[in-house]
C-alpha cells in the first residue's frame, strides 16, 4: 500500500473527526458563548451546508492546478480553520472557523479520490479510494466518544487543538508521502492500458456532466446516503423510545454503527474492484432490506444491535464505488467527484426532512426507518437502470 495513502487517511481522519466531536461538545460551546442550543446547533448545520457550497466551488476553482498542491492548500485551511475554533473570542469567530474548516471537506475526499486511485493500477482503485475514507469511517466510530471524553476532562477547546495537531501530522505526511504527479493516468499491471487523462479546464470539467452515467450515479448517491442518514438522524429516538435503551447507551450503540461503517468501506472497495455496479446495486438493496427489518424489530433490543451494525455495513459499502463510477464516466472531472460530495449532503438534508416529517406527521419513532427504505429503494431502481444503460453500446449523452 503507498504511503501516499495512509496521508490521505489521516487527512480523512482529521476532517471526520472535526465534523462529528462537535456533537458530544455542544453543551459546553453553549454554555461558554452564552448562546442558545438552538444556536449551537448551527454550528453542525453550517459546517454541512459549507460542505455542499465548499466541494463543488472550491474544486472549480482550483480545476487547473496540480492535485498535490490542492490538497495541500485544503488541509492548510482546514487547519486555520480549527485553530481559529479552539481560540475563539466569541460564538461569531467559532462559527467562523467551522465554515472555513467545512470549505475543504468536499473538496478535500473529491480530489483526494482521484489522487488515491492515481496511486495504484487501475483495477485496484476502488480499494484506494476504501483506503482514504477509512479515516473518515473510524472518526465516525471515535468522533463522538472522543469529543465528550477531552472536552470534559480538558474543555471544549482542547478537542479542537488536537484535531488542528492532526491536520498539521496529515499537512505533511501529504508534502512529504504524496507523489508530486499523484492523480495521473497508470497502466494497468494486466493490460498496459491507461486510464483517459482527466480534463484540465473548467470548461471540460462541465462537459463531463453531459453524460446521463453521472447524473444516475450522483442521483443514486443522493438517495443512497439520504435514505441512510435520514434514518441515522432520529436513530437515538428509535433506541430510547422503541428498543427500550437507556440515553447511556446511545453512545456504545453509535460506536456500533460505526464499526459497521468501517467494515462495509473496506468490503465494498474489494468488491466494486471485482463488479462494480453489481456491488452498488446489492448494497443499496442490502440497506433497504436493513431498513425495514430495522423499523420491524426496532423494539427487540438484540435485533437493534445486529441491524444498526448491519445498517453501517451495507450503507457505506457503496460508497468506493460510486465515487470511482462518477469519476470513470466523467473521465477524472475534479468537479464531478466534488459534485458526489455534494450530492451525499443534499441527499442527507433531504432524508432529515423526510424523517422529521413522518414524526411529525404521528407516524412514530420507527417512521425515519421505513422512509429510509423507501428512499434507497428508489436508489436500487436508478442504479439497476445505470447499470443496465452502461452495458448497452450506445453511448448516453444527455444533449
Known sequence: MPMGLVALALGGFGIGLTEFLIAGLLPQVASGFEVSEAAAGRLISGYALSVAVGAIALTA???????KQVLVGLVALFVVGNL????????????????????????????????????????????????????LTVANVLGVPFGALVGERWGWRAAFWAVTAIGVLALAGIVALVPGGAGATRPTAVTGRAEPVPPSSLRAQFRAFR????????????????????????????????????????????MVYGSGLVVGNIVGGRAADRDRDRTLVLSLLGLTVTLTAFGLLAG???????????????????????ITRVTDHAHGAALAAGANVSASNLGNALGAWL????????????????????????????????????????RQPVG
Open 61 to 67: 476553482a482550483t480545476a487547473r492546478l496540480p492535485r
Open 84 to 135: 481559529m475554533c479552539a481560540v475563539a473570542p466569541d460564538y461569531e469567530v467559532m462559527l467562523l472557523g467551522r465554515i472555513v474548516a467545512a470549505l475543504c471537506h468536499g473538496s478535500f475526499f473529491g480530489i483526494g479520490s482521484l489522487v488515491a486511485r492515481g496511486l495504484v493500477a487501475p483495477e485496484r482503485k476502488s480499494r484506494a479510494v476504501a483506503v482514504m475514507f477509512a479515516g
Open 211 to 254: 453524460s446521463w452515467q453521472v447524473w444516475l450515479t450522483l442521483t443514486a448517491t443522493a438517495l443512497g446516503y439520504g435514505g441512510m442518514f435520514g434514518a441515522f438522524t432520529y436513530i437515538a429516538y428509535t433506541f430510547t423510545e422503541v428498543g427500550g435503551f437507556a440515553s447511556a447507551d446511545v453512545a456504545w450503540l453509535l
Open 300 to 322: 427487540n433490543a438484540t435485533a437493534s444491535v445486529v441491524l444498526v451494525f448491519l445498517m453501517g455495513v451495507t450503507g457505506f459499502a457503496s460508497v468506493p464505488g460510486m
Open 355 to 394: 424523517g422529521g416529517l413522518a414524526i411529525t406527521a404521528g407516524l412514530g419513532y420507527t417512521a425515519p426507518l421505513f422512509v429510509g427504505a423507501g428512499i434507497v429503494l428508489i436508489a436500487v431502481v436508478v442504479m439497476a437502470v445505470a447499470a443496465r444503460l452502461a452495458r448497452s453500446p450506445v
